[in-house]
């Protein structure tokens, strides 16, 4: 199990967002340590992405505050930005420029050095080191998602946002995933996933929260197995 | 600084690279040019007009509808696969994203005014002669005006409903100066006129890019951002 | 209702009063302008409708500036008020772009000689005309009130800029061109009579402005006022 005594990477408190007049997130409090791996999980519509969004830089909050490693969120500076990693449900790969061409470009963004070898690298990491010159239309479902969270960590983020990282990834991808993303946690990762199969990171998170109709239902450590918390989780969600 | 330029580069860069691999746009916007030249040609009384006293302004306008075919691409490559957020997440300041956007979409719209420019000359017959260089010039300082508030524009107009129709309405009155002062510029240039009487059109082009070009690098932020 | 429809009425309440005075001040520039007012020499009877046609200019262009200068002020203090505030000008500019555009033609047949002649004014006007309208259009095509918000004052401020720019390309090709001018539009130096006329009509019509966009603010208020309701119930 992950220690818990990291640095503190994001304190979350008080956040709302609401779009036009509908309420999404009414107020969600939220701290995570480097070496954390906070496991979210909810109904649909709850405001999990929109969480992520904001914890992002993507979106602004109506009310309540984020910091980032001690500093204000509402700066965006760029050693926030370089320090947040976010897998969202979209690749955010260009269709026209092959897989090596976009993680080169991405690296170019995040100001990294040597960016074509740094793609090169990421690209083998993630099993598509073949797949270099193939555009994303071409790829299959499954490759198209290790691609793109081959992107989301491209610049070795400290903190790291996964919305549903397991879609469409075979057995042994989410496999490598998880050991991808153990090792990082060891060394100081600290990980924000949301899921709607808690089975697919139960043994990978250190912290459970769920997020029902925007504000935390439950946020307590990862204890026991899986079966045992699955029905508390269905009285959670159902209500 | 430099840090800002190279990733202004590297954006442009990649936007140039992208299309020269589809050249879906580039090409559309190239026939589409072309058409707009030869209908232009059938839409005068020739006994009445003589393609010559037409000629600048059927060029700016030509280019101007063009350019608003090419911008209306700048944005929506963006928006697949929601690419946009991977910019605005980056450690990349706006104003060099707004730099690098509109460096594809100069490049891209001068391609296009490039290729036309021959085409012009064969259907309008007209002779450029030694007035060539200045037409350049004035095609480059009238583009990068309206290119900008069009690279600004078509970031909002992706994100409204009817984008297509929504670029032209909002840009369209901004390009009305620029096109005025080129067209201006253009049959005193094919009129062999001397400099002294296009400078207070060339100032007026001048003054508009450097009001354009700023605001709109410092209203960028407010578009994409949330 | 909630607690905002309240207030809203109240907006409304005071700006259909000011509109309503207005609306008196505006019969009596009619009585003024038609029966007190003497008829200028050589232009005769048309002249009279200066006095709806100015005024009405002077109302688009301050509604047209005040849309520009909400909108920088929007984007520095991001308030709501100054947002909605600027779709009020914005729209009651149309209105009086509107009165403009169709009294000019109207004056300019018999005088002029012609509906429509590229003044530089009337250019402008028209510009500013099609400024407002696209403006609108973009407000009503984005759905996100803060995204709509921010977008609509990029345009404010970029159009707000622009006006100088159309007037000095317009004023150059003027100038190089004949023009079909048969008069001088308005003469510097007015009679007094006509000054005091013109004069009345312009606070009239700047009421009447205040008055419209009063009311129109307090109608978005209370649309807002009315969604958060059925959005919480």
């Known amino acids: ?239 | 600084m430099p840090d800002s330029l190279r990733l202004a580069l590297a954006i442009a860069g990649k936007d140039i690279r992208a299309e020269l691999r589809s050249r879906t746009a580039l090409q559309s916007a190239l026939v589409f040019a072309a058409l707009v030249l030869v209908v232009f040609n059938f839409a005068r009384d020739p006994t009445a007009l003589s393609a010559a006293d037409l000629a600048p302004s059927v060029l700016w306008v030509t280019f101007a509808l063009a350019a608003m075919v090419a911008l209306n691409r700048a944005f929506t490559v963006e928006r697949e696969n929601a690419a946009l957020d991977g910019l605005l997440l980056a450690p990349v300041p706006r104003e060099a994203l707004f730099i690098g956007k509109l460096l594809a979409n100069l490049a891209f719209v001068g391609t296009v005014e490039l290729v036309t420019l021959p085409l012009f000359v064969l259907f309008f017959n007209v002779s450029l002669g030694h007035a060539l260089p200045g037409l350049l010039g004035v095609t480059a300082l009238a583009t990068v005006g309206f290119v900008a508030v069009g690279t600004l524009f078509s970031a909002m107009a992706v994100r409204t409903r009817f984008a297509e129709l929504m670029l032209p309405v909002l840009l369209l009155p901004f390009m009305v100066p620029p096109l005025i002062a080129a067209v201006q510029v253009t049959s005193r240039l094919l009129a062999d006129r001397p400099l002294s009487e296009m400078w207070g059109w060339l100032r007026l082009l001048a003054l508009y890019d450097i009001v354009f070009v700023t605001l709109c690098m410092m209203t960028f932020s407010a578009v994409v951002d949330e | 209702m909630t607690a905002e429809a309240a207030p809203a009425a109240g907006v409304v309440r005071r700006g259909l009063i000011l509109s309503a005075l207005a609306l008196i001040g505006l019969a009596g520039v009619f009585v003024l302008a038609l029966g007190l007012t003497p008829v200028e020499a050589r232009q005769g009877l048309a002249q009279k409708i200066f006095y709806l046609h100015v005024p009405a200019a002077w109302s688009a262009l301050l509604a047209f500036s005040l849309v520009g200068i909400a909108s920088a002020l929007y984007l520095w203090l991001k308030d709501a008020r100054l947002d909605r505030f600027a779709a009020a000008s914005a729209e009651v500019g149309v209105v009086f772009s509107a009165v403009m555009l169709t009294t000019g033609p109207i004056w300019a047949k018999p005088i002029w000689g012609t509906w429509w002649t590229w003044d530089a004014r009337l250019t402008l006007t028209l510009f500013v005309f099609f400024l407002f309208i696209g403006y609108l259009a973009l407000r009503a095509a984005v759905h996100d009130p803060a995204e709509r918000a921010r977008f609509s004052a990029v345009v404010g401020i970029l159009g707000m800029l622009l006006v100088p720019f159309v007037h000095l390309s317009v004023y150059l090709f003027r100038t190089l061109h004949p023009q079909p001018i048969v008069l001088k539009p308005s003469a510097p130096s007015l009679p007094p009579e006509m000054l005091t006329t013109l004069l009345v009509s312009t606070l009239v019509f700047t009421v009447l402005y205040l008055g419209f966009v009063t009311t129109r603010y307090g109608l978005a208020l209370a649309d807002e006022a009315r969604e958060q309701a059925r959005d919480s119930s």
């Open chain 1, 1 to 239: 199990m992950p220690s818990h005594d990291g640095a503190l990477l994001l304190e979350v408190s008080g956040l709302q967002r609401s779009f036009g007049r509908v309420p999404i997130l009414r107020g969600v409090d939220l701290s995570l340590r480097s070496g954390e791996a906070l496991a979210v999980a909810g109904p649909n519509g709850a405001g999990k992405t929109t969480l992520l969004r904001l914890i992002a830089g993507l979106m602004r909050p109506t009310a309540g505050r984020i910091r980032i490693l001690g500093q204000s969120l509402a700066q965006r500076s760029s050693p926030i930005r370089r320090s947040i990693g976010l897998l969202s449900h979209q690749s955010l790969l260009y269709d026209d420029l092959t897989l090596l061409e976009n993680l080169t470009f991405a690296a170019r963004l995040y100001g990294l050095d040597r960016p074509a070898e740094v793609a090169a690298s990421a690209l083998e990491e993630a099993g598509l080191a073949r797949r270099g010159a193939d555009l994303p239309p071409r790829l299959s479902r499954g490759l198209l998602q290790r691609a793109a969270i081959a992107r989301a960590l491209l610049h070795r983020p400290k903190l790291l946002l996964l919305d549903e990282p397991f879609t469409a990834l075979d057995a042994s991808a989410s496999e490598r995933l998880r050991a991808n993303l153990r090792d990082r946690l060891a060394a100081g990762l600290g990980l924000v996933v949301v899921t709607h199969h808690l089975a697919e990171v139960w043994q990978l998170a250190s912290r459970v929260a769920v997020l029902v109709d925007g504000s935390w239902a439950l946020d307590q450590p990862r204890e026991g197995p899986l079966e045992a918390f699955l029905p508390h989780y269905h009285r959670l969600t159902s209500a």
